[in-house]
């Protein structure tokens, strides 16, 4: 398949054209109309370098609400607010530490700082949203994403402590439910977020899916 070069126009090609990879698209840029764009089609920015990469990747991970799965000791620091759970109170600090915290098997970051500036202005528009777990008043794990219809796309979360961003995220799935959100996007594989219930399903499924709900 080819990989298309986006320029100034507001568009991308069909998802099926994508890859084996999910590599759809390079180039554009990140302002927020191309980016809601590329949400409702299900194509997310994913960088290599500078240079903005657009991906639709099939299959997709997905998690469905009612099928979160939490595990004993989860339900146990839950049930005795191990943490304190809140919504949109600190995204920018969400975001850089997304971008800063180092993980497992990955050299740098696809949060460069244009991607930063760009779901900062997303979340002052009401269109990305963050989720923070505190201990002792310091921020200690969190996520953040997009909502659009009835759909969350998760985009990144971190972890300073043991258990907190399984914290953040089972609090925030549980929230998502009480809005109506049907669908909550996992993009790639992680085993991570498998044990808490994410599955893969089929590209052209996912897509009707959101074409559906937003």
Same mark, same amino acid.
């Given at each position: 398949?080819? *990989?298309?070069?986006?320029?100034?126009k507001l568009w991308f090609p069909p998802a %099926? =054209?994508? =890859?084996?990879?999910?590599?759809?698209?390079? !180039?554009?840029?990140?302002?927020?109309?191309?980016?809601?764009?590329? #949400?409702?089609?299900? *194509? $997310?920015?994913?960088?290599? !370098?500078?240079?903005?990469?657009?991906?639709?990747?099939?299959?997709?991970?997905?998690?469905?609400?009612?099928?979160?799965?939490? /595990?004993? /000791?989860?339900? /146990?620091?839950?049930?005795?607010?191990?943490? +304190? $759970?809140t919504v949109n109170k600190a995204f920018r600090?969400?975001?850089?530490?997304?971008?800063?915290?180092?993980?497992?098997?990955?050299?740098?970051?696809? @949060?460069?700082?244009?991607?930063?500036?760009? #779901?900062?202005?997303?979340?002052?528009?009401? $269109?990305?949203?963050?989720?923070?777990?505190? +201990?002792?008043?310091?921020?200690?794990?969190?996520l953040y994403g997009i909502k659009m219809g009835?759909?969350?796309?998760?985009? /990144?979360? $971190?972890?300073?402590?043991?258990?907190? %961003?399984? #914290?953040?995220?089972?609090?925030?799935?549980?929230?998502?439910?009480?809005?109506?959100?049907? @669908? *909550?996007?996992?993009?790639?594989?992680? %085993?991570?977020?498998?044990?808490? !219930?994410?599955?893969?399903?089929?590209?052209?499924?996912? *897509?009707?899916?959101?074409?559906?709900?937003?």
């Amino acid at each position: 398949m080819p *990989i298309y070069v986006l320029d100034n126009k507001l568009w991308f090609p069909p998802a %099926s =054209d994508a =890859d084996n990879e999910g590599l759809l698209a390079m !180039g554009g840029d990140l302002s927020v109309d191309r980016l809601l764009i590329a #949400y409702k089609n299900g *194509i $997310f920015p994913w960088f290599d !370098g500078e240079i903005p990469l657009w991906w639709c990747p099939d299959p997709r991970f997905v998690l469905y609400p009612a099928e979160l799965v939490i /595990s004993k /000791s989860m339900q /146990s620091l839950l049930k005795k607010r191990h943490f +304190q $759970f809140t919504v949109n109170k600190a995204f920018r600090e969400v975001i850089a530490h997304c971008k800063n915290v180092k993980r497992r098997e990955q050299d740098g970051t696809w @949060i460069t700082d244009a991607v930063e500036k760009a #779901y900062i202005e997303l979340h002052e528009l009401g $269109f990305a949203h963050s989720a923070e777990v505190w +201990q002792d008043s310091k921020l200690v794990g969190g996520l953040y994403g997009i909502k659009m219809g009835k759909v969350f796309f998760g985009e /990144s979360m $971190f972890n300073l402590v043991t258990n907190a %961003s399984k #914290y953040a995220f089972i609090s925030f799935v549980d929230l998502l439910k009480s809005e109506e959100i049907e @669908i *909550i996007d996992c993009q790639v594989y992680t %085993s991570h977020l498998e044990s808490l !219930g994410a599955r893969m399903v089929q590209r052209e499924h996912f *897509i009707k899916t959101l074409h559906q709900l937003i």
